[in-house]
């Protein structure tokens, strides 16, 4: 792969010169879906898909930009006087958005940066392609510019600022920070609030985590992802006026139940009942965990689609189809959708002497059920952010 990527990016724009090679990845979240927001927990784990980049320091103020995944754009360019979003520069605003958030932070740039990527996250699956590449242009910028100050963390933080407050997509920190932080073979237990966190072993025994790919697009900035936000919002409001909390994520379920009434809006209670209950349900899961209660896990997972599908209603038809198919497979454990929703992908945990079941009829019967077929990731646990050497 690296030597692949290199030979192109010799092609694109001349060899020579200090080309360094960074990965990034993508992120699955086990359990804790819609809380990042809220103050609550998650539990996602760096996927050893991602995005890889190669970059070599300019002369001049030039920004140029490679996508292999998008060769037929060939090569985009633009300067460091130009950090502005533009419909037009597609997905360059990403790399862009955090090279605008880095300035925001004090940080100049004396010169511009030919920059090519490569991923292999499906685009449009929600396993975050888009914090993936704005972790590895943060760590790129940080290598070739020589931010010696700045941490892995701060570099989600980063991320997540730009893709807020440049592309106008109202994320939490989980995304970046999985693929910021992540560790081979753990999920990473954060307090959204806090941002404090631990790495949880993940031990399946004699199980894979396996990911289904919709193949439905979901386009988050333009959706109900923002809505969502909005409406959780309001409820928490609405909530503070009668008991002293600072996030939804503060509350047991009792608590909800015994304020709930608070909430003038039904559509917004029910947003910010499965955001409370969520972040419950992710508690009690990686204490599941820990005690090798993989049963109970996915017992939590199932219960975690119920409430996306129902109380959050980020769930759509052909996922919910992929759940209720998989919930049928004897030696599945959980399943669930996960990300932002409305299409993506859904995560499962299923026993080694499944898996060929679990493809095999789920990819059938869902091709006749909508007409087109799912893509399947068996995947493992990989690292964090880092250089390549």
Request: net charge negative; proline share 2%; glycine share 10%.
């Amino acid at each position: 792969m690296e030597k692949q990527l290199l030979e192109k990016f010799s092609e694109v724009y001349g060899e020579g010169g200090d080309i360094r090679e960074y990965f990034a990845p993508g992120r699955v979240n086990l359990i804790g879906e819609h809380t990042d927001y809220n103050g609550g927990h998650v539990f996602p784990c760096a996927l050893t898909l991602g995005t890889y980049g190669l970059a070599r320091k300019r002369q001049d103020r030039k920004l140029r930009f490679y996508s292999v995944n998008f060769s037929r754009l060939g090569v985009l360019e633009s300067s460091l006087d130009a950090l502005v979003p533009d419909e037009k520069a597609g997905w360059t605003n990403y790399p862009k958005g955090v090279m605008w958030a880095f300035e925001k932070r004090g940080y100049t740039f004396d010169s511009g940066v030919d920059f090519l990527i490569y991923g292999n996250i499906p685009n449009g699956s929600g396993l975050s392609s888009s914090a993936s590449l704005e972790v590895l242009t943060g760590l790129m910028l940080k290598d070739i510019y020589g931010i010696e100050e700045l941490t892995m963390q701060d570099l989600a933080l980063i991320g997540q600022y730009s893709e807020n407050n440049f592309n106008g997509m109202n994320c939490g920190i989980m995304d970046q920070f999985a693929s910021a932080m992540g560790k081979k073979d753990c999920a990473i237990f954060l307090d959204t609030s806090t941002l404090e966190y631990e790495y949880a072993p993940v031990k399946l025994k004699d199980a894979r985590i396996v990911i289904t790919n919709s193949k439905v697009k979901h386009s988050l900035v333009g959706s109900a992802y923002n809505d969502r936000r909005n409406e959780c919002e309001t409820a928490l409001k609405e909530l503070q006026k009668v008991v002293d909390i600072k996030a939804l994520g503060d509350l047991s379920e009792e608590e909800f139940e015994a304020h709930k009434d608070a909430i003038s809006s039904e559509i917004c209670r029910r947003r910010a009942k499965h955001a409370v209950y969520e972040n419950q349900r992710t508690i009690r899961a990686v204490k599941a965990l820990k005690e090798d209660n993989v049963e109970e896990f996915g017992r939590l997972m199932n219960a975690s689609h119920v409430s996306l599908r129902d109380d959050y209603e980020v769930s759509c038809g052909e996922i919910d189809i992929l759940v209720d198919l998989a919930w049928k497979i004897p030696g599945v454990i959980g399943s669930r959708i996960t990300g932002g929703g409305f299409g993506g992908c859904t995560v499962s945990i299923v026993k080694n002497d499944a898996v060929d079941t679990f493809i095999e009829t789920i990819g059938e019967k869902y091709k006749e059920a909508v007409g087109h077929e799912a893509e399947f990731y068996v995947v493992d646990i990989g690292d964090g952010a880092h250089k390549i050497a």
